[in-house]
């Protein structure tokens, strides 16, 4: 039996992500696919698009065997806590041969050869780092060129390195498998192209959603067996985008003080300073981020640090996963779920009610945690559409038969 895993966000599910899990099959050989999907808040810092179950649901459609939750303090961390929060969580299951991941550079060699010097950190690439952070660069940019300026041919692909990276240091027997990107590039919203073999990003999708597209525009771009869940999802105003938390995180950031801005790890010195001198001219979450970018930190820290705000998440993505929570699997996979229960290091959770008799203390604090962002996510869908509001104790995962 061999499995592979993807550790995704399926913001929304779209052909691409069909077209990995189809590669994973037919070119890797795989008889189950296992997903380690984000919940109900993202990376980029923004609630997800829909809800984790009906995310899970169309991945599950769309050829996935297993989807399994990554906890809220993994699925808002930074590349590097998202990462190895999702090899953890893979690598305790006991069964996972391969990790594939998408990549613009497609070459595994030279994702782990990168991953190898940023894990050891060789005293040239420290020298080259430290000359370029003093010269006014930001992290990022630093790290970037450093690379460039140490190995001859650097991959530009941050969550790549980071799987590779999160690999090797916990010294995981899954091999990677860079899947060279094929489509749009990741944050690129042009959907233009109507070729047979084109792929959108999900960035386009969502900000299509929010020029309030029909239904019907979206056929092109989401596989058919996962459409009739996306569009009656739409067709009933259930997906989120972050100006739902226009007002909400307004309220939390004029609660906060320096002192209590401090106990959130991410935030560094310098954002929480701009917080503080610019939160009066708050109008709007987006409106905001912008207005405290700088050359030295990034929109998208920026947005995951206003994120953890509103959740009220003040510790860091932990290093070890110690329990799977499922979200949803296709019924003709009991053999995998059957080798999981045997080979695996970590409980595998189906019912949310079960998680105060399965889960240690550790455990137990990090599915709390992720139940209570759960439920602000439901909270809001509740808000703009209606609907009666369901705990996450009464929810279930999701069966394909």
Not at 152 to 168: D, M, P, Q, R
Not at 375 to 398: A, D, N, V, W
Request: net charge neutral; with cysteine; hydrophobic share 40%.
């Amino acid at each position: 039996m061999k499995v592979v895993g993807i550790i995704a966000e399926y913001n929304p599910f779209h052909r691409g992500h069909e077209y990995q899990i189809r590669y994973v099959r037919e070119t890797l050989g795989a008889d189950y696919v296992i997903v380690a999907m984000s919940g109900d808040f993202v990376q980029r810092g923004a609630p997800a698009l829909m809800e984790k179950y009906l995310r899970a649901e169309m991945a599950l459609l769309g050829g996935a065997d297993l989807v399994l939750e990554l906890p809220i303090q993994v699925s808002t961390a930074s590349a590097e806590g998202f990462a190895a929060g999702g090899v953890s969580l893979l690598d305790g299951l006991g069964c996972v041969d391969e990790l594939c991941f998408g990549s613009e550079c497609g070459d595994t060699e030279i994702l782990m050869e990168t991953a190898r010097i940023l894990v050891a950190e060789p005293p040239v690439y420290r020298d080259f780092l430290q000359k370029n952070l003093r010269d006014g660069m930001s992290f990022p940019l630093a790290r970037s060129r450093a690379l460039t300026s140490y190995v001859a041919k650097s991959a530009i692909n941050i969550l790549g390195i980071e799987y590779c990276k999160a690999l090797l240091r916990q010294n995981s027997s899954i091999r990677p498998h860079a899947l060279l990107r094929k489509g749009s590039g990741y944050h690129d919203a042009d959907l233009s192209d109507v070729s047979g073999d084109f792929f959108p990003s999900a960035s386009g999708i969502r900000e299509l959603l929010s020029a309030k597209k029909d239904a019907m525009d979206f056929s092109r771009f989401i596989p058919a067996a996962a459409f009739p869940v996306f569009s009656s999802a739409l067709k009933k105003g259930c997906w989120l985008s972050e100006t739902t938390l226009d007002l909400p995180l307004h309220y939390k950031l004029l609660l906060e003080t320096e002192e209590t801005l401090r106990q959130y790890p991410d935030l560094s010195d310098a954002l929480i300073r701009r917080i503080l001198k610019y939160r009066n001219q708050y109008e709007s979450f987006s409106q905001f981020a912008d207005l405290l970018k700088t050359r030295d930190i990034t929109r998208s820290a920026i947005c995951r640090g206003l994120v953890r705000i509103f959740l009220d998440l003040k510790e860091k993505a932990p290093g070890h996963i110690p329990y799977a929570q499922v979200l949803g699997f296709c019924k003709n996979s009991t053999p995998l779920l059957g080798q999981i229960k045997r080979n695996a290091s970590i409980p595998l959770l189906t019912k949310s009610a079960d998680a105060s008799s399965v889960l240690d203390k550790d455990g137990l604090d990090i599915f709390q945690k992720t139940c209570k962002a759960s439920g602000l996510y439901e909270m809001l869908l509740c808000r703009k559409t209606g609907q009666p509001f369901i705990h996450e104790f009464q929810k279930s995962p999701r069966i394909i038969l």
